[in-house]
Antibody, heavy 128, light 113 residues
């Protein structure tokens, strides 16, 4: 089955840019059955959807972070990536990558579904 | 944004007893084109990533024990653990995938009484 694993630095300085990569195994990212997503969990703040990218390159971001977030996909490596710029201490938390299942309502439009599978999470601390 | 509100914040239940968790959405998540509710439930144990339990409000994910069940429609949903086991101690989250941004509830912590 599809498995995901995050990688990237655990410590980033304020005002700098966070770059995380998610490697997908057990299947090709290009099958179209998933929207490849990032979700974070900050202390005391619960789970927050950051955004997703499709293997085609189309993306959707949470408006609360949109001005600071970008995502990219490299299907040749079966990886997708997250960048968050202008970091502050408030960005400290665990960052998860996940595959959001898709479903078809009116063909060929695919809609965003439920999150599964998830990576194990990457702890990111923003501190000088 | 759709706000997801879970209750209670924490719940202590004796082993073998029933646990009932509530989730309410600020607007309906019923998707008419599929005739289904766009609502999922997750279980998160300490130090682990969330695990999908239920989607479409009541469809159990493969491998999830049948003591977990979901029901509800529109804006009101429940997750029931029919007979609590020690391994069910966790935080449970509901999440809507009806519309972007895809939002989660604040979680309900389930403990053993």
């Amino acid at each position: 089955q599809v498995q995901l694993r995050e990688s990237g630095p655990g410590l980033v300085k304020p005002s700098q840019t966070l770059s995380l990569t998610c490697t997908v195994s057990g299947g090709s990212m290009s099958t179209g059955g998933y929207y490849w997503s990032w979700i974070r969990q900050r202390p005391g703040k619960g789970l927050e959807w950051i955004g997703y990218i499709h293997y085609s390159g189309s993306a959707d971001y949470n408006q609360s972070l949109k001005s600071r977030v970008s995502m990219s996909v490299d299907t040749s490596k079966n990886q997708f990536s997250l960048q968050v710029n202008s970091l502050t201490a408030a960005d400290t938390g665990i960052y998860y990558c996940a595959g959001a299942r898709t479903f078809v309502t009116v063909a060929p439009i695919r809609k965003h579904g439920w999150f599964g599978p998830w990576g194990q999470g990457a702890l990111v601390t923003v501190s000088s | 944004d759709i706000v997801m509100t879970q209750s209670p914040d924490s719940l202590a239940v004796s082993l073998g007893e029933r646990a009932t968790l509530s989730c309410k959405s600020s607007q309906s998540v019923f998707y008419s084109s599929t005739n289904k509710n766009s609502l999922a439930w997750f279980q998160q144990k300490p130090g682990q990533a969330p695990r999908l339990l239920i989607y479409w409000a009541s469809t159990r994910e493969s491998g999830v024990p049948d003591r977990f069940s979901g029901r509800g429609s529109g804006t009101d949903f429940t997750l029931t653990i029919s007979s609590l086991q020690a391994e069910d101690v966790a935080v449970y989250y509901c999440q809507q995938y009806y519309t972007s941004p895809y939002t989660f509830g604040q979680g309900t912590k389930v403990e053993i009484k």
